[in-house]
Antibody, heavy 114, light 110 residues
Framework: EVQLVQSGAEVKKPGESLKISCKTS????????IGWVRQMPGKGLEWMGI????????RYSPSFQGQVTISADKSISTAYLHWNSLKASDTAMYYC???????WGQGTLVTVSS | VVMTQTPLSSPVTLGQPASISCRSS???????????LGWLHQRPGQPPRLLIY???NRVSGVPDRFSGSGAGSDFTLRISRVEAEDVGVYYC????????FGQGTRLEIK
């Protein structure tokens, strides 16, 4: 069974850094694109970027280029989403998902507030 | 690729059909011949769940009252007889190019 299990909710202050994770199992991690989706409160879904763990090819939506970093650790079949300096506007639910939306993590709620 | 869904809200009577349209700003036919257009359903407080992939293929366990159709840049999700558990927001998504979603269509019971 394919599973994507995300790290827990986070509460951070503006300017702080953060890395959230998505641990996968049940499929060959290196053979499929996986990415991150943002859902702001009461809003729709937005793809932020995707990574191919096999060769670390990473692509970002223009809206998120330079704002976040997506990475993957093949040895533990885990994808990451990293911010260097959070803003209040980063408050949202973040999902990892395999490209095409075939499987989804449970979501990680990130709250950024002073 | 911009995905445009209509309607954005759809009040439906239980047992009646519902239909959601999704149009893409360019053809979704991939160079490998496949069209990577899917439909997702999201209930409040839950992650989205894939219902349909590659235009018309139902994911295992999805009731057969859900069907997808279309080609090129024009696609439709149909629910033959709406049930109470079908409420929520439906999104079309393409992964022929860098993935994108439609704005979402909220299905509610009249």
């Amino acid at each position: 069974e394919v599973q994507l299990v995300q790290s827990g909710a986070e509460v951070k202050k503006p300017g702080e850094s953060l890395k959230i994770s998505c641990k996968t199992s049940g499929y060959r991690f290196t053979s499929y694109w996986i990415g991150w989706v943002r859902q702001m409160p009461g809003k729709g879904l937005e793809w932020m970027g995707i990574i191919y763990p096999g060769d670390s090819d990473t692509r970002y939506s223009p809206s998120f280029q330079g704002q976040v970093t997506i990475s993957a650790d093949k040895s533990i079949s885990t994808a990451y989403l990293h911010w260097n300096s959070l803003k209040a506007s980063d408050t949202a639910m973040y999902y990892c998902a395999r490209n095409g939306g075939t499987q989804w993590g449970q979501g990680t709620l990130v709250t950024v507030s002073s | 690729v911009v995905m445009t869904q209509t309607p954005l809200s759809s009040p439906v009577t239980l047992g009646q059909p519902a239909s959601i349209s999704c149009r893409s700003s360019q053809s979704l036919v991939h160079s490998d011949g496949n069209t990577y257009l899917g439909w997702l359903h999201q209930r409040p407080g839950q992650p989205p769940r894939l219902l349909i992939y590659r235009i018309s293929n139902r994911v295992s366990g999805v009731p057969d009252r859900f069907s997808g159709s279309g080609a090129g840049s024009d696609f439709t999700l149909r629910i033959s007889r709406v049930e109470a558990e079908d409420v929520g927001v439906y999104y079309c998504t393409q992964s022929t190019q860098f993935p994108t979603f439609g704005q979402g269509t909220r299905l509610e019971i009249k």
